[in-house]
């Protein structure tokens, strides 16, 4: 009897998801209690609206979980007793579980699923299938929940065949009713036979895991590469800058001390001449003392004694006029060095642009070559759509994939990316990496182009091809026409009602081919692009109402 109370204990404080005795326990609004780790996890996996796992009343908003203090204190009374968790082979399933069906009251989990019963079995009711002779042929899988599918619907019978033309599980009573005539097999069978084409797959898929993680090492390794690259070019260039600094400025210490030197020089040589001058002032003002003085005497005699006594007036060593310039004298000094500063802004405008397209054609992946036969599109093929708030007034829509140019003007409401000059629209999806998609026609005039987003949407720059933004195919009846920055280029080749076009965005090509059983060429083109790409359509006239174009379906 007292073994008896023991086990009603396990049961009772047992937590129902980790069905374990109690740890922590808690309990939630509805009653039921719970280890506190256990009831956080299943409710971390929940979202907004939480349960109970037993009675599965919700819970909003989440319940805050303090731990039941008495619940606590009769836990650690009955571990002091020696009662512990029931032992790992008699655990009772959860709610993630698979259940015995054959067990009554609370189920134990099962261990195995048999096939031919449809029924899933704990340790102890399995044992007739090990035991019994007739059930030992039976088929025991690991257990599962999804037994009740192996029943056919309409005869409520185990699905030993598989019908090939319908490409269905099916029981035998099918195979001679609904299914008669159709090439049926044993589930067996059949199982052998894509069992094979499964293994293959799975080799497929294992080998090109090897190769992409192969790929994914190379690639880890150019990342690699790209970064000390990057680190050490900016710091080389660095080191490259700063040389040239230090040289103007050296060359700026060299102008300048030339100048100062010159300044000196001929400052020097000016104030020598004003000495000179300013000797040759003193000897004259004495000299011309002296003839005063002797121009007062008033003895004749005296005068006429003394007269030639006095020495001739020397030649003066300088010009009589000394000519200034005007006040220019380094200033061709400054004109030079301005033009220096012109010819280097020149030089560095000039090879910055060279600098700046060797940095962004740092291509890191092998170039690929471009598809040759349409099959080899088709792999890059994408699905474009239309998007209505681009959409000229005058264009109706169809499934978003077709476009047709019509008289009626369409209720579309006011958008800043809606065109409102010519009868253009672009599609939702942009453009990068490999692309290639279809274009069906008819009409006059169609244009299948690609655009920035940032193409102008009003005046006469914001038509396809006729701005830097743009590259469009014209298409008429019996040729074609390309348009970039307004400039035509004409097609030698026959109309088509289908066109192609192919962009490598990060390669920078562009291609356009008339699509038959063939596909033709007709024009290519490589850039550097700079944003995403979006495809578009558009029409020259409201002349060609009925004119349509439309993205093409491709498998």
């Known amino acids: 009897m007292a073994q008896k109370g023991v086990d009603l204990d396990q049961e009772t404080f047992s937590c129902s998801i980790c069905l374990d005795l109690l740890k922590d326990p808690v309990t939630i609004p509805c009653g039921h209690s719970y280890c506190m780790k256990c009831i956080q996890r299943f409710w971390d996996g929940e979202e907004k609206i939480y349960s109970c796992p037993q009675c599965r009343k919700n819970f909003m908003p989440r319940p805050v979980l303090e731990k039941n203090t008495m619940l606590a204190n009769i836990m650690e009374q009955l571990k002091k007793t020696g009662l512990q968790a029931a032992p790992a082979d008699h655990r009772y399933a959860g709610p993630e579980d698979v259940s015995c069906d054959v067990c009554s009251g609370r189920k134990l989990k099962a261990i195995k699923s048999c096939l031919i019963c449809l029924a899933s079995y704990c340790e102890k009711h399995l044992q007739p299938h090990l035991d019994a002779a007739a059930l030992k042929k039976h088929k025991l899988v690991e257990p599962s929940k999804n037994l009740q599918e192996n029943i056919c619907s309409i005869h409520d019978e185990v699905m030993k065949m598989f019908c090939r033309t319908d490409q269905k599980c099916i029981c035998y009573l099918c195979s001679v009713d609904e299914h008669r005539g159709h090439d049926t097999v044993s589930a067996a069978a059949e199982r052998t036979e894509r069992q094979r084409d499964l293994e293959e797959s799975q080799q497929q898929i294992q080998q090109r895991i090897q190769d992409r993680e192969k790929e994914v090492k190379l690639l880890q390794q150019e990342v690699e590469a790209i970064n000390h690259s990057a680190d050490q070019t900016v710091k080389d260039s660095e ?145 474009i759509t239309l998007d209505p ?25 006011d958008h800043s990316d809606r065109f409102t000059e010519y009868f253009q629209v672009l599609s939702r999806e942009s453009l990068t990496g490999r692309c290639y998609w279809e274009v069906e026609w008819r009409g006059r005039y ?26 469009a195919l014209i298409c008429y009846p019996d040729s074609f026409s390309f348009y970039h920055s307004n400039v035509q280029t004409s097609i030698s080749a026959p109309g088509s009602s289908r066109v192609g076009v192919y962009l490598d965005h990060r390669a920078g090509v562009l291609s356009f081919y008339s699509v038959s059983e063939s596909m033709t ?22 002349l060609h109402v009925g004119a349509s174009a439309e993205f093409c379906k491709l498998k």
């Open 389 to 413: 708030n681009t959409a000229h007034r005058q264009l109706l829509l169809s499934e978003n994939r077709k476009v047709t140019l019509k008289e009626e003007t369409q209720p579309y409401s």
């Open 239 to 383: 080191e490259i800058f700063t040389q040239m600094i230090r040289l103007i400025q050296k060359r700026s210490c060299d102008v300048k001390q030339q100048i100062r030197f010159q300044q000196q020089t001929e400052v020097n040589q000016l104030i020598d001449l004003q000495e000179e001058l300013g000797q040759e002032i003193t000897e004259l003002k004495r000299r011309d003392a002296e003839l005063k003085q002797l121009s007062l005497t008033e003895d004749h005699s005296q005068f006429l004694l003394n007269y030639p006594s006095l020495p001739p007036l020397s030649e003066s060593t300088h010009s009589t006029s000394i000519n200034v310039r005007p006040l220019r004298y380094f200033e061709e000094v400054t004109a030079a060095v301005s033009e220096l500063r012109d010819k280097l802004q020149d030089l560095l405008r000039e090879e910055w642009t060279n600098i700046s397209r060797k940095v962004t054609h740092v291509d890191v992946l092998l170039p690929e070559s471009e598809p040759k036969s349409r099959a080899e599109f088709l792999k890059y093929s994408c699905q």
């Open 521 to 542: 060429l007709l024009h290519r083109v490589q850039t550097t692009f700079t944003q995403p790409l979006h495809a578009g359509l558009g029409f020259s006239w409201l």
């Open 446 to 471: 169609v244009h299948v182009a690609v655009a920035y987003k940032n193409i102008i949407r009003s005046g006469n720059e914001s038509r396809f091809g006729f701005n830097d933004k743009s590259w």
